[in-house]
């Protein structure tokens, strides 16, 4: 069985004595569980002092975005290679980059890229907006961000991907309408089908797939227990230490409970 993963995306919050606080307080709340792997991505500037708190048999770390050259003049960007060895993770085309920052298919696709060249695996957020979803667009923008993302990978490199679903309007700055797993579970369907049209059923079985929005405490179960999501994203929710290792426990519980 596959690890279920569970990482936290503290967004653009907390300091450097905050985000120390809130890792130790998490710490201090999580066993080492060999079924569940966890995962925080605090902010760039926390990210190297926090790595010298953590015991990394606990808690993997991720950055929350990088760029995609290796170095040269891009002033004030952070480029994968730099963050080699100190990153486990990095989450690419999450949709507040995607809305806010304009990010589109092909500079995702170079970030995706870019991961994979410093072995890092990335998280590759996809996810359709509301629009997107009355106007019965969804499988065609779940089929363009991942093709799109992964084109420049083997089969090989993308067993090392980890692809998030994140309706945009599921996600609590976008509107956190709830998505019920009944509606989550066919676009998990889609995405790893996509994933097997491509580079077949050995990448499509071993890419995980993990959930996020608006994940928390209560709704973690229900989303985890949807066959084939191996993990969450939660937002907010990761800011909260009870939350969060609530969300870690039942990860805990539910990979006990299966046969
Ligand atoms: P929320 O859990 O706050 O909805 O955020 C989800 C998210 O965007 C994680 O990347």
């Known amino acids: 069985m596959k690890r279920v993963l569970i990482i936290g995306n503290w967004k653009m919050n907390l300091n450097v004595h905050e985000a120390s606080i809130l890792v130790k307080r998490i710490s201090d709340l999580i066993q080492v569980h060999r079924e569940v ?5 605090p902010s760039m500037l926390t990210l190297q002092p926090i790595s010298q708190q953590i015991d990394t048999r606990k808690i993997s770390l991720a950055a929350q975005n990088a760029y995609y050259k290796d170095e040269g003049a891009y002033t ?19 949709s507040e980059r995607r809305i806010y920052f304009h990010e589109d298919l092909e500079v995702i696709r170079d970030k995706v890229t870019a991961a994979i060249r410093n072995d890092i695996s990335p998280v590759l957020c996809v996810g359709e907006s509301h629009q997107e979803k009355t106007e019965g667009e969804t499988k065609r923008v779940i ?7 992964l084109s420049n990978l083997t089969a090989e ?7 998030a679903y994140e309706p945009v309007w599921a996600i609590s700055t976008f509107g956190g309408e709830l998505a019920k797993p009944s509606v989550v579970k ?6 790893r089908y996509n994933v097997k049209e491509l580079y077949g059923e050995k990448a499509a079985a071993s890419l995980r797939i993990i959930y996020g929005g608006s994940v928390d405490d209560q709704t973690a179960p229900g989303y985890l227990e949807i066959e084939g999501v191996n993990g969450l994203l939660p ?6 230490y009870h939350k969060f290792s609530e969300i870690v426990n039942s990860a805990y519980r539910l990979t006990h409970k299966k046969p």
């Open 143 to 149: 089929h363009d961000q991942v093709t799109t993302a």
């Open 76 to 94: 004030g960007e952070v480029s994968f290679n730099m963050l080699r060895n100190l990153v486990k993770y990095v989450i690419v085309g999450h």
């Open 235 to 240: 937002g907010s929710a990761s800011l909260n």
């Open 37 to 41: 792997e966890v995962a925080i991505a």
């Open 157 to 163: 490199d993308v067993e090392k991907v980890v692809i």
């Open 186 to 191: 066919p676009i998990i369907d889609l995405i």
